[in-house]
Each structure stands twice: as structure tokens, then as C-alpha cells.
């Protein structure tokens, strides 16, 4: 880290005149790049001179400097071939970041700078990009909360909450992001990465060599930009690397994890995030080290979640700050009544959020049994209010703190490192409403929504589903067979299709997050079919081609008796079955593809599973049968 540059400028400490003062002290700083993002969660980077900037500084906020091509992003059907002029509009309410470029050194010794200011996106007169969505979302749950709550109106459970000297609701947000390091050469097997994860070998070990000098490095620049780092560590992926006769480290294949302190501003949390994956991707692989924030970058070992925190909390007109899901006692209760409501709310309208959580093929890998990962609609909350516990098996989780009520929370652990964290947050927000407004309205006590909210299969609900369980202080995964589980939480999406059609099956769902008019129908449509359209084009220019080399791979070996030659008559028949075509018919593969070009997708979803599921089990036995030829 270098003490003569600017890292970051944090918002609220300059006005105009001290920021355009603060840059002409570092003149190392020679660009401008206004940050929006799409609705994938991409950021643009669209690099403007520092002097256009300086001499048009009341210009970028009023969205007349800079356009953009919106037709080249995420945001089909909105700015399109024929429409696709997109302003961007420089947001102040957040703090500035300063990227870099140590390859490209200023007159004054110092690293050449760009200053990037997040955004909004403004498209014929409306902003139709991830920030704004958040922003709007979260200041109507605000404005609809302080409604619900004003008049001096009695909540059972939260009488001594003094619910009309609140000046402002808050939302809180907090990500925790894993991810994969390796060298570039390392080709460790499955086999390895698996039994070191299945004998707990490194989560949380001592990091060595170019990993801990790239991970203490990257705490460092994190911390300068103001984002103080709480943990970094490492996670329960990985098998230990090597040292050469040099003594440098080699055959790098681990997982990290890094925690920062969560933000009471969603729009500076999220930026956080994304702040955060360009600076780790740059300290890593200036020590020679890939990063991949992919949810599941190798199939048969852990893949890399993004635990994202949600909390809603009050600011009163004295300044001090209520956790609204905090019970009155922490040792009698597990929530507030807003509490049970916000949970409540995410859970019975989780079919709509589900689709900005889990968007693409990758992540719906991630999410299997064994692995850590979510599968199913449920939470957990804990044993005992007095003793707090956690339950790691579940979609969204309860955490407390006996002694700290602001840390009281709920964790979602389906996100991964490519979530759009400022869409997914803003369908939590709008479904926590609707679960607030039923607990507030409905007179109920806290004692009453917990046995809601803890309803068997069976047992008919006001509010919740009938026919389901949405609490579970079991091992989802150990406890359940896949049968028992979809009986008793649903059976969830194994795809991206089925993801969607079951969205699409839920319009009174769909109908909760589009109420604020900033996730609309026009931006929940596009979503979708952005979300569709990448799914079927990387089926068939990523996945299908990938399959066919991975089978393409399985050669047949000098057999060394019958056994070897019954094991390879039995992989060459399935290994047909999958990729090649024959005068009787079409391979999965091609039926796939075709599925895909016709727009049948339901046939395409199923052709998926069925293809995903033979060639794990191919490749499980080509491994038995080459180990078995002695050679």
C-alpha cells in the first residue's frame, strides 16, 4: 500500500469545491469512470479524461456528460438496437473509489488513477439499472412501514417501541464472499480437492506463502478504501500447496473467504461487494494466483457462496437506532413481531425472489445436497431463544447475539460471488413487506406467529402456505430423503427454466415485488429474459461442447482381462448414448441442442438434469475402470 495515494473519497466529508480540490492534490489521477450496472450485475467502465471532468463537474449529476450503447448490456427489451441511448447520472450518496494501474506509472512516480463514481442509468426519461432499483425499493418499503406503523399504533409484542418518534427506517446488507485460488498450471484431481474437504483439512487453516501475502495485501487495500475488513480466512475447500526446489509456492488449489462490516446503506453495501471482487482479483493475480468467483468452479468439490445479511432497523427523531426484527427480551423470544413478519414475508413469496438469487446454470450447481448449499424454502431460527444456535442446512437463517440486539439479523445463504446482490436484496425488502404488514395488521403475538411460522406440512395457516413446512431445526440435508424434503418444503428448481416457469406459476408472488414500481413488470420481464437467453446460449456454445470434449475424453485402455472389456463395452454404449448420433436416432446432446433451437424449453430443462446427471456417473466410471488396468 502506498500513503501518498487517494483510495477512495467518502461520501459527505467534500463539497464540490473540496473534492475538485482533493483531485488537483493527486494528479497521478487521470481518469473519470462512471459506474452503473446492468441487470446481470455488470458494471460498466467507461474511462472520461480527469480534465472533462473538472470542467464539467455539474454535468455528470445531471446526466448530460456521459452516455452509454444500453443495447450492449443486460437490458433486453428496454434499450434496444433501435432505442438505445442510456444517460448516466453520477450518484453522490456513496463514497468514490480510486483503481490503479501499477503497469502505468505518472510523471510523479505514483500509479496512474481512475476515479470511479457509481451511477444511475437513465433511459428515456426513467433509471432502469440495478442501483436505482434498489434505491427506489428500499425507500418505499421505508415510506410504507412508516405508514403502517404511525398514529400511535399498538404492535403486540413491541408496545414500548415508540413507533411515532421514528424519523427513518434503515436497511442493512452485509455479503460474505468466498472464492477459488489457484496457480494457472494446477490441474489437481477431484479426487484429492474431495477427501481433503471430506476430512476437514483446511477450513480455517494457516494461509502460506503467495496466498497469505495476496490475502493480507487484499485486507489492506479493502481497509483503505474504508470497507474495514472484519475476517479472512480460509474455507473448506482445497488441498495444501507445494513448495519447489526454489522455495517459492506451487500447485496452488485453495478457497478463501473474506467479511467486511456490513453497511447501513444498501446502495454503499453493494458497491462494496463489487468493489471488493476487483480489488482481490488484482492483489492475487499480481502474485500469480487465478481467482475465480464462479459459484461452482469445479463439479464434486465446494463451491463459493455469498452469504448475504439482511436487517431493517429504525432511526427515532433522538438519534438512536431500533433493530425493528430484535424482540423485547432476547432470552424469551427469538424475533419482534416485525421480525416474524419480515421472515415470513421472504419465505412465502421466496418463488419470486428466487430467480434474482439463482440466475444461471452455475449457480444451480452450487446448489446440490452435501455441499453446504441451500436446496429448500425453509428457515431456521434455533433450539432455545436463550441459546442462540445456527442451522447450516437451511435457505435463510436466524443470527443473534444474547447480548447485542443491533446484530440481529437473517442470513441467506443461496447467493453466490455472481448474484446480483443490489436486485436480490431489493426482492428481499419488498417481500419482507408483505410479510411486516400481515403480522402488524393481523393483531397476532409474537407467540402466535412462531407457531405460524412453525406449522407442520398439514396444518392450514392464515398467511402461509398450507401444505408445507417453512421451519426446520433439522439437518435438511441428513434427516430428509429427497422425497420426504420436497413433501415437506417443496420441490425446488434444478434449473434455470424451472427457476423461471415456477416464478411464472406464482403471479400473486411476482405481484408483491413489483409493487413498488422500481422492479416493475418492464424490468422483471427483462430480467427474465436476459436470465433465459444467457441460459440457452451457454448451453449450446459452452456446456454441450463441454460435455462432448470431457466424454470425448474417455479412451479406451489395453484391456488386461473380460472385466476391463465388459467395464469398456458398458462406457462406450453410454458414452453413444450421450454424444454421438447413429442411424437409430439423435445422442442427448444433439436432442438437447434442438430443444434449445426451438424454443421447447421444457423438453431443454429436462434434456439438462438428464445429460448432467449421465455424464457425472460416466466419468465415475471411467475412473474405476482406468484405475483397475494395472498397465
Not at 370 to 382: H, M, Q, R, Y
Request: proline letters at 4%; one cysteine or more.
Amino acid at each position: 500500500m502506498n500513503k501518498d495515494l487517494l483510495y477512495y473519497i467518502p461520501t459527505g466529508e467534500f463539497g464540490k469545491e473540496g473534492v475538485l480540490s482533493l483531485l488537483k492534490t493527486h494528479p497521478e489521477i487521470r481518469f473519470v469512470s462512471l459506474v452503473g450496472i446492468d441487470l446481470a450485475g455488470n458494471d460498466t467502465d467507461e474511462k472520461v479524461p480527469i480534465e472533462l471532468f473538472l470542467k464539467n463537474y455539474d454535468d455528470f449529476f445531471a446526466g448530460t456528460a456521459v452516455q452509454t450503447d444500453g443495447s450492449s448490456v443486460v437490458l433486453m427489451n428496454i434499450a434496444t438496437l433501435n432505442d438505445a441511448r442510456v444517460d448516466m447520472v453520477a450518484d453522490p450518496s456513496v463514497n468514490w473509489y480510486i483503481d490503479y494501474n501499477e503497469d502505468n506509472i505518472y510523471d510523479n512516480g505514483r500509479p496512474v488513477g481512475t476515479l470511479r463514481i457509481p451511477c444511475f442509468l437513465l433511459h428515456n426519461g426513467k433509471f432502469i439499472d440495478s442501483r436505482s432499483i434498489l434505491k427506489d425499493s428500499c425507500a418505499y418499503v421505508a415510506g410504507k412501514l412508516k405508514g403502517l406503523l404511525a398514529g400511535g399504533k399498538t404492535v403486540k409484542g413491541m408496545e414500548d417501541v415508540p413507533f411515532d418518534d421514528i424519523a427513518d427506517i434503515g436497511f442493512t446488507i452485509g455479503t460474505e464472499l468466498e472464492f477459488w485460488v489457484k496457480t494457472p498450471s494446477e490441474t489437481e484431481t477431484v479426487q484429492h480437492l474431495s477427501i481433503s474437504q471430506r476430512l476437514q483439512e483446511q477450513y480455517w487453516q494457516r494461509m502460506r506463502g503467495n496466498v497469505r501475502t495476496a490475502m493480507e495485501e487484499a485486507i489492506e487495500e479493502l481497509d483503505a478504501r474504508g470497507m474495514s475488513v472484519e475476517m479472512g480466512h480460509k474455507e473448506v475447500g482445497g488441498i495444501k500447496p507445494k513448495v519447489d526446489d526454489a522455495g517459492h509456492t506451487v500447485d496452488v488449489c485453495e478457497q478463501l473467504e473474506l467479511d467486511w462490516r456490513f453497511s447501513m446503506n444498501p446502495l454503499q453495501a453493494c458497491d462494496n461487494e463489487l468493489e471488493a471482487r476487483i480489488i482481490i482479483r488484482e492483489v492475487f493475480r499480481k502474485y500469480g494466483l487465478d481467482v475465480s468467483f464462479q459459484a461452482k468452479p469445479i463439479i464434486g468439490v465446494a463451491g463459493s457462496g455469498e452469504h448475504t445479511h439482511v436487517g431493517i432497523c429504525a432511526t427515532l427523531k433522538n438519534g438512536k437506532t431500533i433493530n425493528l426484527l430484535a424482540p423485547t427480551d432476547m432470552k424469551a423470544d427469538f424475533l419482534s413481531t416485525i421480525g416474524y413478519g419480515f421472515i415470513m414475508g421472504i419465505l412465502k413469496n421466496y418463488e419470486a425472489t428466487n430467480p434474482f438469487v439463482s440466475s444461471t446454470t452455475d449457480a444451480f450447481n452450487r446448489l446440490k445436497p452435501g455441499f453446504e448449499a441451500p436446496v429448500c424454502i425453509v428457515t431456521s431460527l434455533g433450539h432455545n431463544p436463550a441459546v442462540p444456535s445456527r442451522n447450516r442446512t437451511i435457505l435463510i437463517g436466524l443470527v443473534r447475539d444474547i447480548d447485542n440486539p443491533k446484530a440481529t439479523r437473517f442470513e441467506l445463504r443461496a447467493p453466490n460471488p455472481f448474484t446480483n446482490t443490489y436486485l436480490a436484496a431489493s426482492c428481499l425488502f419488498l417481500s419482507s413487506l408483505d410479510g411486516i404488514t400481515y403480522a402488524v395488521t393481523s393483531g397476532k403475538t409474537p407467540a402466535d406467529l412462531l407457531a405460524e411460522l412453525s406449522k407442520k406440512p398439514g396444518d392450514k395457516a392464515d398467511y402461509l402456505e398450507a401444505g408445507r413446512a417453512y421451519r426446520c431445526e433439522d439437518n435438511v440435508f441428513e434427516d430428509f430423503t429427497q422425497e420426504e424434503r420436497d413433501a415437506a418444503f417443496g420441490k425446488p428448481p434444478a434449473t434455470v427454466w424451472e427457476n423461471v416457469k415456477t416464478m411464472k406459476a406464482n403471479p400473486d408472488k411476482v405481484a408483491v415485488i413489483e409493487a413498488g414500481g422500481s422492479l416493475n413488470a418492464t424490468i422483471v420481464d427483462s430480467f427474465v429474459a436476459s436470465i433465459v437467453y444467457r441460459w440457452k446460449n451457454e448451453l449450446i456454445d459452452r456446456i454441450i461442447p463441454a460435455t462432448e470434449a470431457l466424454v470425448k475424453g474417455f479412451k479406451k485402455l489395453d484391456s488386461e482381462d473380460d472385466l476391463d472389456e465388459e467395464r469398456w463395452d458398458i462406457i462406450r454404449e453410454k458414452k453413444f448414448e450421450l454424444i454421438k448420433d447413429t442411424k437409430s436416432g439423435k445422442c442427448l446432446c444433439s436432442k438437447l441442442k434442438a430443444a434449445l433451437e426451438a424454443d421447447d424449453y421444457d423438453t431443454a430443462s429436462d434434456l439438462q438434469i438428464e445429460i448432467s446427471k449421465k455424464s457425472e456417473a460416466l466419468e465415475k466410471e471411467y475412473n474405476e475402470y482406468a484405475l483397475n488396468i494395472v498397465g
